[in-house]
């Protein structure tokens, strides 16, 4: 009977003991997480917001669609905010990462937007084209976002022209 007990005490204290071991190791990979490379962190939650749009979109499930691609702009909201609020506390190669986080983010959501015009031009939702090409060119602004809003004022006046077919430039006769 004593050893039942104590084999008991044994297993008992065993599993609490693995229980505490599991529990540090949670705790020394999520502190390695943390200290790790930001750049790969981020652009990995940036991946996986546009797997997830590309998913939404491929299902029709456009608010979702949408929704995953403004998680990517809040993601470059932040870093902008943390680079503005850090700066002179980071070091360089820190202010670079945050830099890159910031381009890839943004760019990856023009980017989303523009898809996001073609499917609606596609599904033939053109006054939903017509605002998705609109914001592309109010919100991406300046010469890093300049392919994405040439690209979207070419959209917008491919959708003008479907509703509009008079507004085609006709070139003159020869």
Not at 112 to 129: D, I, P, V
């Amino acid at each position: 009977m004593n050893n039942d007990i104590f084999y008991s005490a044994f297993r008992m204290e065993g599993r609490v003991c693995l229980r505490m071991f599991c529990g540090l190791l949670l705790l020394v990979g999520t502190l390695s997480a943390c200290t790790g490379d930001r750049y790969q962190q981020q652009s990995d939650v940036i991946k996986g917001h546009v797997e997830m749009f590309y998913g939404h979109l491929q299902s029709h499930q456009v608010e979702q669609a949408m929704f995953e691609n403004e998680q990517i702009e809040v993601l470059a909201l932040r870093s902008e905010e943390r680079l503005l609020h850090r700066v002179g506390q980071m070091r360089q190669g820190e202010r670079t990462q945050e830099w890159k986080i910031i381009k890839t983010a943004k760019e990856t959501a023009a980017e989303n937007w523009l898809a996001l015009a073609r499917y609606f031009s596609e599904t033939q939702q053109y006054n939903k084209a017509l605002s998705t090409y609109r914001r592309i060119i109010e919100t991406y602004q300046g010469s890093a976002y300049l392919l994405y809003v040439d690209r979207a004022k070419r959209g917008l006046r491919d959708v003008e022209a479907i509703l509009d077919p008079g507004t085609l430039l006709v070139a003159p006769a020869r």
